[in-house]
């Protein structure tokens, strides 16, 4: 089955700066790839996604990028607002099979 | 409103105390799911179901049950619950299991047992 590893566990940025999350997947098979964002005490949300025939994908500040080849993808947020501290879950799937990595706290400084 | 409801929200209970937590969706979503979140774990399936009738276990469904008669509904059953079953619990509904769409997570229940 698929497994997911995600990076860092834990991240720190100052306001204004980027943050990136890294994951990367084991089931080649993977063709769907959403993030989650999860404030504290709330349910995970998605903020975007994108597909396996895509390379790219940007809404506002964030983007997402896969290699499909090197099986990893990756969360981009630029300009870091306090209100980006959250959870942030990566996700692949393949048909019926959603796997999650760990999670990324990240901490926004002001 | 589009929305993902589980009750209760939070529950303490002994161990080997039957309990139902209950997850209604009113988006029509053929697929639904049970995560439980545990902390450097990340979400992890225990149960899904693509359809009425049709359900198949996740990564962890050991001590766990599931049944989906209605569409909208599919409750979360743990017959003998016992210490190492407490963890943040989330329902979760997508259109299709077959297809990538987005899943929608109810507000979660916070399982302790005693």
């Known amino acids: 089955g698929e497994n997911v590893e995600q990076h860092p566990s834990t991240l720190s940025v100052q306001e204004g700066d980027s943050a990136v999350i890294k994951c990367t997947y084991s089931?080649?098979?993977?063709?769907?790839f959403p993030w989650y964002k999860q404030e504290l005490g709330k349910r995970p949300q998605l903020i975007i996604d994108?597909?396996?025939?895509?390379g790219e994908k940007k809404d506002q500040r964030i983007a997402v990028t896969l290699n499909k080849t090197a099986k990893h993808f990756s969360l981009h947020i630029t300009e870091t607002q306090p209100e980006d501290s959250a959870v942030y879950f990566c996700?692949?799937?393949?048909?019926?099979?959603?796997?999650f990595g760990a999670g990324t706290r990240l901490t926004v400084k002001p | 409103e589009a929305q993902v409801t589980q009750n209760p929200r939070y529950l303490i209970t002994v161990t080997g105390k039957k309990l139902t937590v209950t997850c209604s969706q009113n988006?029509?979503?053929?697929?639904m799911s049970w995560y439980r979140q545990d902390p450097g774990l990340g979400l992890r399936q225990i149960y899904y179901?693509?359809?009425?009738?049709?359900?198949d276990k996740g990564d962890v469904p050991e001590g766990y049950k599931v049944s989906r008669k209605e569409k909208r509904n599919f409750p979360l059953i743990l017959e003998s619950p016992s210490p190492n079953q407490t963890s943040l619990y989330f329902c979760?509904?997508?259109?299709?299991?077959?297809?990538?769409?987005?899943?929608?997570f109810g507000q979660g229940t916070r399982l302790t047992v005693v």
């Open positions: 979760a509904s997508s259109l299709s299991g077959g297809r990538n769409t987005e899943a929608f």
């Open positions: 089931d080649s098979a993977s063709n769907y």
């Open positions: 994108i597909r396996s025939n895509v």
């Open positions: 996700a692949a799937r393949e048909d019926n099979d959603m796997r």
């Open positions: 988006m029509n979503h053929e697929y």
């Open positions: 179901s693509m359809n009425v009738e049709v359900t």
